[in-house]
C-alpha cells in the first residue's frame, strides 16, 4: 500500500506564499506521474499541478499557471507545490496524487493513490 502524507498547508493573506510536500511511502507505485488536485467547498475536485517522474516535465491548470510551481525529490519520493501571488480563489483543501497516467493527468481517474489533503486558506 502506498501512502502520502502532505504538509505545509495553512492560512496567509492574498498576495503571500505558502508550500506544500507530499511524501511518498510504502511499495513501489507504478504510474508516470504525480500531481496536486484541489478541492473547494460544494466544488468538484479539480486539478492543479502534475510532474512527471522520470523527466520532470511539468503541467498546470491555466488558473495557476505562472504562480504555482510544482518539483519534485526523486530520492526522497517527495513532490512540491510552491504556491506564490495567492488569492482567496485559491481557497480550498489540496490534495497530493500517486500513480498518474501521462496523457490524462488532468482527471482524478488517471491516478491510483490519494493523500488525506490539507488546508489551504487565503484571507482578502
Known amino acids: 500500500q502506498v501512502q502520502l502524507a502532505e504538509s505545509g498547508g495553512g492560512l496567509v493573506q492574498a498576495g503571500g506564499s505558502l508550500g506544500l510536500s507530499c511524501a511518498a511511502s510504502?511499495?513501489?507505485?507504478?504510474?508516470?506521474?504525480m500531481g496536486w488536485f484541489r478541492q473547494a467547498p460544494g466544488l468538484e475536485r479539480e486539478f492543479v499541478a502534475a510532474?512527471?517522474?522520470?523527466?520532470?516535465?511539468?503541467y498546470y491548470a491555466d488558473s495557476v499557471k505562472d504562480r504555482f510551481t510544482i518539483s519534485r525529490d526523486i530520492a526522497k519520493n517527495t513532490v512540491y507545490l510552491q504556491m506564490n501571488s495567492l488569492k482567496p480563489e485559491d481557497t480550498a483543501i489540496y490534495y497530493c496524487?500517486?500513480?498518474?497516467?501521462?496523457?490524462?493527468?488532468?482527471?482524478?481517474?488517471?491516478?491510483?493513490?490519494w493523500g488525506q489533503g490539507t488546508q489551504v486558506t487565503v484571507s482578502s
Open positions: 496524487a500517486a500513480g498518474g497516467r501521462l496523457g490524462r493527468l488532468g482527471f482524478t481517474s488517471a491516478y491510483e493513490h
Open positions: 510504502g511499495r513501489t507505485f507504478n504510474g508516470d506521474a
Open positions: 510532474i512527471s517522474w522520470r523527466f520532470g516535465n511539468r
